[in-house]
């Protein structure tokens, strides 16, 4: 069983930065593709920033140049910086992971519960 932890998420001014940070945990042989998404009220959820296990990331447009995440493949740790945060960042952010659980398993995709960021205006 794979469980994947966010946190880091709260309210913030116009203009602030957060960190989320996110942690897969339990049976993990590797962690492919890890990624960030959010979902906005009254819209499909969308992708915000993707990582592979090579570092090699993808940003949406909305948030390329104040956006960044990273990862930590010994801690199997996905991480986004958020800088020059706006009101229409606000969203629940959802964690992603793509795992193998052991050799020779095909990956599956793994879910957060979310965590809410809200930035005021």
């Known amino acids: 069983q794979v469980q994947l932890l966010e946190s880091g998420g709260g309210l913030v001014q116009a203009g602030g930065s957060l960190t989320l940070s996110c942690a897969a945990s339990?049976?993990?042989?590797?962690?492919?593709?890890m990624a960030w998404y959010r979902q906005a009220p009254g819209k499909q959820r969308e992708l915000v920033a993707a990582i592979t296990r090579g570092a090699v990331t993808n940003y949406a447009d909305p948030v390329k140049g104040r956006f960044t995440i990273s990862r930590d493949n010994v801690k199997n740790m996905v991480y986004l910086q958020m800088n020059s945060l706006k009101p229409e960042d606000t969203a629940v952010y959802y964690c992603?992971?793509?795992?193998?659980?052991?050799?020779?398993?095909?990956?599956?995709?793994?879910w957060g519960q979310g965590t809410q960021v809200t930035v005021s205006s």
């Open positions: 992603y992971a793509d795992i193998r659980t052991s050799i020779g398993v095909v990956p599956t995709t793994y």
């Open positions: 339990g049976r993990i042989f590797t962690a492919n593709t």
